[in-house]
């Protein structure tokens, strides 16, 4: 086994391949994760204390005592649901997204079992139920310390279900259905509408002057009628352009 | 595929079915696939398997490759699916795997026993020869409870509600039995900790409360919901416990293996443990503090909740498929 990748026999005879996602990844999506729900927790429980005793903390003096009905509706209505919204987050929604978060969804991760399937219901419970352990001592210190030193970059909760995280290329699999369409339907080499289908996804990663220089060879490739030193003079945003218009189905070469 | 246009020829004659595969994805997700559609997705998976097997020749480590690998992925996992019978999984799952995953850990549980009443006699005696020593376990409230002759849960239901009172119980009470399965890893040192401390709290407040004379109306406080508690975090700790025997004697499978094989065999016990608990919950927030309800009540619904805590935890409660033993035994 790769240490970044795993591989899993398949009915077909072909491996999949599946790529880890490591320590980096996992803290990314988990510290997205922990906003949302803090911030979906807290909101509960400001509205819910609003809704119910017309401030954030009822007020034994104006509200009477604990038996009050005010004080008692209080916990029920707004600080219940909010401790619920931030305790079983993930384990809801992993199991309503299949093995994914909105955090996970982010950084292209989701959860796998041992045969790269979909998680079953009860190994995501059991894979919360460890959050108490790799949450020790203290900032998940426990859980980051095993995904660093685990061959496969799980933490305790993985290690008891079975699970692991991988990236989920979901960009890949939408730029191969469009490398698709554009090999059946563009003149191009393939080749070439790859590099440019690469150029276009990370156009804004590049310095202005990085993108102009690719986007004229590129361009000079895809267009070999065009002039370089015509080109030279087009503003980096012109070139971009001008390079999905020559990508586009029936674009003249 | 050594040049350009053979290249392209293959990728013009594979397109339409990456189309046609990523097309019928979102409908294989939402399980409406019909038959002649199903058969058409496991054709189109091996012909993907094909596909990629060509690409990772011909184009190592490339976009085509890659995005390949990902929808290859995907798809053996769709193809791969187990079929959804909630019903069906739900009562094998009490019917079989509970009482399988409660009698894998009868030897621990008596250990676990042993250890809770060994811990809780060391709590007596520690509170009865060192009287002071309660302040480490109880706090300075239900110390002047106790000394003015009263229950720190005299009058509770007049300062929380029961439904308040409840739901903070059981979440107190799931917590801690999660925690003593948890803390198993340790190698059970964990769990054994935390059924010693429980043991010798249980044990220091019974001496406490017999010193002043109160040991009578704790039991009466406790006798609806004390029972099955109790029980039940024993048997979370037997969990735990052989959690860490399956890593100090993992066979030959291996620690990690020894120990996945473990967790999946008691986690069904452990929904059903969180059940039970909720329900504890709920007759120590309703019942236990109510004055209303004569001990005979409490030590008849104490009684009952344990009978149906053991019927749940044996599989009889859901009318257990009766097993070849049982069935030589009736012949």
Known sequence: ?253 | MNSTSTARGWLLARAPLWRGLAASAAEARARTLGFDRAGALLVGYRRLARDLASARRQWPGGTITTALESVYGTYHALVNRPPRNTRAALLQMLRSDVPAGFRSIQQPLRWIVLLMVLSTGAGWWLVTAYPTLVGLIASEDMIRHVERGELWTDGLLNVTPSSVLSIRIFSNNIVVSLMAFCSGIFYGLGTAYMISLNGVMLGAMLAFTHQHGLDTRLLTFIAAHGPVELSLICIAGAAGAALGDSLMHPGPAGRLASFQERVSGLKGLLGVLCVLLVGCGLIEGYVSPDDGYPVAARIAIGAAWWFIMWTALTGRLYGRPQTRRSLRIAA
Do not use: C
């Not at chain 1, 996992?26 to 400001?46: E, G, N, P, T």
């Not at chain 1, 008891?160 to 290329?169: E, F, H, N, S, Y």
């Not at chain 1, 554009?182 to 156009?203: C, K, Q």
């Open chain 1, 1 to 253: 086994m790769d240490q970044d990748r795993i591989t899993i026999a398949s009915a077909t005879g072909v491996e999949v391949t599946l790529t880890i996602a490591g320590p980096g990844t996992r803290s990314y999506a988990f510290i997205i994760d922990f906003h949302i729900r803090l911030v979906l927790a807290l909101a509960w429980l400001l509205l819910g204390s609003l809704a119910t005793v017309g401030h954030l903390l009822p007020n034994p003096k104006v509200d009477g005592g604990t038996s009050d009905g005010a004080a008692a509706a209080w916990l029920l209505a707004a600080v219940l649901p909010s401790v619920l919204i931030y305790a079983l987050y993930h384990p809801v929604l992993e199991v309503a997204m299949r093995g994914r978060t909105p955090g996970k969804r982010m950084v292209h991760t989701r959860l796998v079992d041992a045969r790269g399937g979909v998680p079953t219901v009860g190994a995501i419970l059991i894979r919360n139920v460890f959050r108490m352990i790799d949450a020790l001592p203290a900032f998940y210190g426990v859980g980051l310390a095993f995904t660093f030193f685990t061959a496969r970059r799980v933490r305790v909760g993985d290690l008891a279900a079975g699970t692991i995280l991988v990236m989920d290329r979901a960009a890949t699999v939408d730029r191969l259905e469009l490398l698709g369409n554009l090999a059946a339907e563009t003149v191009h080499d393939p080749a070439l509408v790859e590099v440019a289908l690469d150029l276009l996804a990370r156009w804004n990663e590049l310095s202005e002057e990085r993108r102009g220089r690719i986007a004229r060879s590129v361009l000079l490739r895809l267009e070999p009628g065009a002039a370089a030193f015509d080109l030279a003079s087009w503003h980096p945003d012109s070139l971009q352009e001008r390079i999905r218009a020559a990508l586009r189905p029936g674009a003249p070469r």
